[in-house]
């Protein structure tokens, strides 16, 4: 029985959509809730690119400079402003019964919507901003700007009806950090099994498209989808590499993903690896991400970050690949006992070692692969992610009932 059609208003402050990340949750979770028969309408950035079936409402351009990309500068808060100028005007003529803000922006700005429609609020939680201001080194964790972030951090939490965390960790940290309980529900990032499956290429297609890449056929292949930056572990992947073909194991590495593809190529380069070795692609379209995985044998998800979520490991799980990732708590929910963990968080040696167990135990490696989709269908389906945010819906608007009742 199809549920009855509500109006959400989804807030993406981001240039939705990009091929990474945050965007893919936006996207996914918006159309689950199509599927159910839900309006959604997401109002974000005035760039990024529309997507087939989808409702999007873009914010006007800064006026002093309309080709812009947003990144974490004061430009940004101009970004914010013009998207809730945007969004109080659908707000108004669109009255939707449910706003949904995707980051701590997007709950901030959410927050004033909420009041004006008089509508429940839901924070779409995807790791703690202070934290991450750290990780990327934007503020220093004992300096006057980290105890201001913070405590606008923990403002923010308070603010709405109902929050939704990519992961269990999220919502541990909810607790402990933020004293946040109340609310809180686990949404894990999910992904589709029909769309990432290996079967998208034929082994004829897939040798081809290694040879065009320069990649020899001996070779197995490692692949790393995802944004390249230092806190995504790219300088210790590089590293890992160069151990690796430093000892002649007979692998290449396929590095998919942006921005600063050339710096990383260089300094590759600078560490001994040649063009066979590790192949750069730069961005890569979502629709296509599952040929490009198809390429690899193995994959690696070196991210130093223990706050945020690692949406890309899910890809890699339902495409059937084992995974190599450094211990987190984040990992460890995603692959369980199926991953092959390098500590410490950051170690290049272990992450070396780690891949080296995989490229010597091809037959290991297949297994754990084939586990791993496994995993992927019975606990991260967006499908059942549909199910479960509809239900917190449902309980929002039930209270808000009562409320006007």
């Known amino acids: 029985m199809q549920a009855i059609p509500h109006r959400i208003l989804m807030l993406a ?7 990474y990340g945050c965007h893919v949750r936006i996207l996914e979770e918006a159309r689950a809730l199509v599927e159910r028969g839900q309006q959604v309408r997401i109002v974000t950035y005035y760039l990024g690119r529309d997507w087939p079936g989808l409702d999007i409402a873009r914010s006007a351009p800064t006026p002093w400079h309309s080709d812009y990309e947003v990144g974490s500068s004061p430009h940004k808060i101009a970004f914010d402003v013009l998207l809730g100028w945007k969004a109080l005007g659908e707000v108004l003529r669109w009255r939707p019964h449910l706003i949904h803000g995707h980051l701590h922006e997007g709950a901030l700005i959410g927050r004033v919507l909420a009041s004006v429609g008089r509508v429940p609020l839901v924070f779409d939680f995807q790791g703690s901003l202070t934290a991450e201001m750290v990780d990327h080194g934007f503020v220093q964790p004992d300096s006057q700007a980290h105890y201001w972030w913070r405590r606008l951090e923990e403002r ?4 709405p009806d109902a929050i939704v965390a990519s992961t269990i960790h999220g919502t541990e940290l909810l607790a402990r950090s933020f004293g946040r309980t109340e609310g809180v529900h686990a949404l894990p990032d999910s992904v589709n099994l029909d769309y990432f499956c290996r079967d998208c290429l034929t082994p004829e297609e897939r040798a081809a498209w290694r040879r065009e890449l320069g990649i020899p056929p001996e070779r197995q292949v490692v692949v790393y989808l995802g944004l390249l930056a230092d806190y995504q572990g790219i300088p210790q992947l590089l590293e890992a590499a160069a151990r690796l073909r430093a000892r002649e194991y007979p692998v290449s590495f396929l590095v998919m993903g942006f921005p600063g593809e050339d710096r990383y190529r260089q300094r590759a380069y600078a560490l001994g690896l040649t063009p066979a070795d590790i192949v750069f692609t730069g961005k890569i379209p979502y629709e296509d991400a599952p040929r490009y995985l198809a390429l690899g044998d193995l994959a690696v998800a070196p991210k130093i970050s223990a706050t945020e979520g690692s ?3 899910l890809n890699y799980m339902a495409m059937g690949l084992p995974v190599v990732a ?8 995603y692959l369980g006992s199926l991953g092959v963990y390098a500590a410490p968080l950051g170690d290049v040696p272990a992450l070396a070692q780690a891949l080296a167990f995989l490229i010597r135990n091809p037959a290991a490696a297949m297994l754990l692969g084939e586990q791993g989709r496994e995993r992927a269908r019975k606990h991260f389906s967006w499908e059942r992610t549909g199910r479960k945010l509809m239900r917190i819906y449902q309980q929002l608007w039930d209270r808000t009932s009562r409320r006007r009742a």
């Open 311 to 313: 949406g890309k490991i």
């Open 13 to 19: 402050p981001t240039s939705f959509f990009l091929d």
């Open 156 to 159: 923010i939490v308070e603010m």
């Open 326 to 333: 450094y211990d987190t708590s984040v990992s460890r929910e």
